[in-house]
């Protein structure tokens, strides 16, 4: 099948680029255990206030570490004109948009499974029962801003003021996805019932779906002119 | 079949025409040198028969496809090897040929890949990261994957650059090689007397259209 083949070779080429060189997952790694540092020393005096905070807090670790790492993503396909080279490619534009997807997610998964430990320990969290349903959650809301940000990667990797361009697209798009991640991680942290925060769910769900399918229909335009 | 036939192609960035009216055919077989000032269009022209711009206006067919409509199975016959290596840094040299040549379909053995690297001259660097390799190794490099991916049409856009003496007969042995299968070669280069060696046809880009010239003519040709 060589749609998949093309998704899994993009995929391939990425993490090896990634584990040879470890530029982002270094990056997004300290930033974000400097954030949870950061929030773990201004919040440990006052125990009451944690457990409100903590869902708001976990996503702007998250979330911020993933728009740095999510900025990146297209950047070593400019160097030595990659994308140029991907553009003329007899391949779907659209399998090049799911394997840039897939190596993000990837790497921000691990990044994010790295942290939780982090988290238990900094902010004194008892989840490891609540550890499945978390990750589905931080699944589905770390997919929505890979989807957005592989987007937004690609249309302002060549713009010359692509640092400025990416958050202005990116951080106003993402708002649905940061809302539904904080509603269902506070649901998750407070231990009720999978029906009070299911539609908080769902509404990661359907964005994830929505983003993915018109970014896969729109990469083809974007590569192609 | 007829490798390129471009009628009447002309290019606009907005108001400025940077192409006017270019009509060229390639056969295979056919090894066309473009000549041109700086600002010529020589890029654009390339760029347009790489399938990564269209013409604002004309037709552009090739291998018997219209290269705009039909640009996926177009893009399929042809390689361009431009200004830029299209190589990744952190992969090796056998890794960057399986990524490039792997994502259009067809992963060629290991042992082909050893050979291929070995017959322009790479073979001891083989998995070597990209990034330790001198501009003339990633040009070589380079001419490895164009082997590999065997088009039928390949364009060559400032192909003599960072290339040493030895590795501008080697690249000349690989285009005749390829003329010899019956491909097309198509070369946009500011070096006319190395250029001269290998063509067999020649045109100059000059007041943004294309006028062919005999080989005769090159070295006195004015651009």
């Known amino acids: ?225 | 079949m007829v490798s390129l036939l471009s009628e009447n192609v002309s290019h606009a960035y907005g108001f400025f025409h940077a192409l006017k009216g270019v009509s060229l055919e390639i056969n295979p077989g056919d090894c066309f040198a473009l000549f041109g000032p700086n600002g010529a269009g020589k890029t654009t022209l390339m760029k347009i028969f790489a399938t990564l711009l269209s013409p604002t206006q004309g037709q552009l067919s090739i291998l018997g496809k219209d290269a705009v409509r039909d640009r996926d199975t177009v893009r399929a016959s042809i390689f361009f090897v431009g200004h830029g290596s299209f190589l990744y840094d952190d992969l090796t040299a056998i890794e960057n040929i399986e990524f490039a040549i792997g994502i259009r379909g067809r992963l060629p053995p290991l042992n082909e890949i050893k050979t291929v690297l070995d017959r322009v001259g790479i073979g001891a660097y083989a998995s070597q990261k990209t990034r330790t390799l001198s501009a003339g190794m990633q040009k070589r490099l380079s001419l490895a994957k164009t082997i590999l991916a065997q088009p039928e049409l390949i364009l060559f856009d400032e192909p003599y650059t960072a290339l040493d003496e030895n590795g501008v007969e080697m690249m000349h042995q690989v285009i005749r090689d390829f003329l010899a299968r019956g491909a097309a070669v198509i070369l946009s280069s500011h070096d006319r007397a190395k250029t001269a060696q290998i063509a067999n046809r020649a045109g100059l880009l000059h007041h943004k259209t294309l006028k062919e010239i005999p080989l005769t003519d090159l070295q006195n040709a004015l651009f």
């Not at chain 1, 801003?145 to 202005?168: D, I, K």
């Open chain 1, 1 to 225: 099948m060589p749609f998949f083949n093309v998704i899994k070779w993009i995929v391939w080429k990425d993490l090896l680029s990634e584990i040879r060189s470890r530029e982002t997952i270094s990056s997004l790694f300290f930033f974000a255990l400097n954030v949870i540092l950061i929030f773990s020393f201004s919040f440990s005096a006052d125990r009451d206030i944690m457990p409100i905070l903590i869902p708001g807090l976990i996503w702007v670790a998250f979330g911020f570490t993933s728009i740095i790492g999510l900025g990146k993503s297209f950047l070593a396909e400019t160097h030595h004109d990659c994308l140029l080279y991907l553009q003329m490619a007899p391949i779907s534009k659209g399998a090049i948009y799911l394997g840039k997807l897939s190596g993000n997610l990837l790497l921000m998964m691990i990044v994010e499974i790295i942290l939780f430990p982090m988290m238990i320990l900094f902010f004194n969290l008892d989840i490891l029962a609540k550890l499945p349903a978390l990750l589905l959650v931080s699944f589905l809301a770390t997919t929505g801003l890979s989807a957005l940000g592989t987007l937004f990667s690609a249309l302002t990797v060549q713009t010359r003021a692509r640092e400025v361009m990416f958050p202005l697209l990116l951080l106003p798009l993402s708002v649905p996805v940061f809302i539904g991640a904080v509603e269902s991680t506070a649901g998750v942290l407070n231990g009720q019932a999978f029906s009070f925060y299911r539609h908080w769910v769902e509404l990661l769900f359907v964005f994830d779906m929505v983003v993915t399918i018109t970014s896969f229909w729109v990469f083809e335009f974007i590569l192609n002119d």
